[in-house]
């Protein structure tokens, strides 16, 4: 029998197809083995049952191939939460905690606000934020029925009863509502980008990545019909491409939008863009 160490040493082979060999190798055995990555540390010379090495194995070789070591064992950790991924939406990723992090401080002195959130692929912004805020009402939609499916497992896992998960383009099963807060990630790649053909995005939904009119589409089409469902001072906030932010803001403007802001992620990119909807300032009385 191999021993965990022996699969462990493996990594090699993973060195031109990820940027983390050794942390993908250890999530595969552990995930093969139903173990913590503290017993791969404490025992690297146990035998590794012949089933979880064939598993294992087979795993590794969809992992060269390039395939996101998310999909292959079914999960991703976001915020506090282990949420369950397919290949039916994206990977929820670091940056985007951003997202979450501005979100909580936009409403931290409101209480009971309502929230929506747009595009909501695994569930993981509507999710992470009413794991922080109980006392919020979240709605969350996606385009597809799969995602909201597997949005739905994911609220039911946390057993998450302040989130509603429906299906919905954008805004368009919605009527007549209003919220204090609509956050999304949505598409915002350029078809033409290069990276689209690199790493894990090679095997996300297109659809959840790829937008028209370099990569601005469907941000435009939100920030255009927010207004209609936002509460008087409402914010709307948007992840993007770390090169769009000039383009979102004008954008935001452009619809009457106030206080506009724009802040970077861990690495330094602009990520997250911001704004507040005044409804006295575009000439409608607060309660329209």
Known sequence: MATVAELLSQRQQLVACSDSPALD???????CLQKPSSYLRAWPEAEVPEPARQQFQSLLERRITG???AYLIGERGFWSLDLQVSPCTLIPR??????VELALATISAKTAASILDLGTGTGAIALALAAERSDCVIKACDITAQAVA??????????????????????????????????????YIDSAD?????????????????ADNKGLADIA????QAPAYLSDHGWLLL?????????????????????????QDLAGLDRVTGACYIAASNGAKPSE
Request: contains cysteine.
């Open 150 to 187: 597997l949005a739905e497992s994911n609220r039911q896992k946390y057993s998450l009863d302040n989130v509603e998960i429906f299906q919905s383009n954008w805004f368009a099963a919605l009527s007549d509502q209003s919220f204090d807060l609509i956050v999304s990630n949505p598409p």
């Open 94 to 99: 670091p940056e985007t905690e951003l997202l």
């Open 67 to 69: 395939e996101p070591v």
């Open 194 to 210: 290069k990276h689209l053909q690199q790493g894990d995005v090679r095997f996300e939904p297109r659809s959840a990545l790829v």
């Open 25 to 31: 190798v250890a999530m595969l055995l552990c995930h």
């Open 239 to 263: 992840e993007h491409g770390y090169d769009q932010a000039t383009a979102v803001q004008a954008l935001l403007a452009t619809a009457g939008f106030e206080q506009v802001f724009t802040q």
């Open 221 to 224: 089409t939100i920030i255009r």
